[in-house]
């Protein structure tokens, strides 16, 4: 079982930054993929960015260039640093990590962008 515990949202003013965290634990061998979705209302959850536990990393066209994910697999812990956020950006951000054939999900922290 794996626990997944996200940080770091909030409300912002367009143009502005903020850094998700997302810390993992439990009982598992290791984490293969972890990543951020977000869900705005009204819409579908979708891919923000994703990162394997050797450092590929997979970006949504919206938010290429602004956002970076990290990750640090001594601590398990997964980070979204969110520059230039627009408006649209904002919705339930969601952590996501994959073990073995299972995929975890957190509780989901809003992040809200006001113009």
């Known amino acids: 079982q794996v626990q997944l515990v996200e940080s770091g949202g909030g409300l912002v003013q367009a143009g502005g930054s903020l850094r998700l965290s997302c810390a993992a634990s439990?009982?598992?061998?290791?984490?293969?993929?972890m990543g951020w979705y977000r869900q705005a209302p009204g819409k579908q959850r979708e891919l923000v960015a994703a990162i394997t536990g050797g450092g590929s990393t997979n970006y949504a066209d919206s938010v290429k260039g602004r956002f970076t994910i990290s990750r640090d697999n001594a601590k398990n812990t997964v980070y979204l640093q969110m520059n230039s956020l627009k408006p649209e950006d904002t919705g339930v951000y969601y952590c996501?990590?994959?073990?073995?054939?299972?995929?975890?999900w957190g509780q989901g922290t809003q992040v809200t962008v006001s113009s």
């Open positions: 439990g009982t598992f061998f290791s984490i293969s993929v």
């Open positions: 996501k990590a994959d073990v073995a054939v299972l995929r975890y």
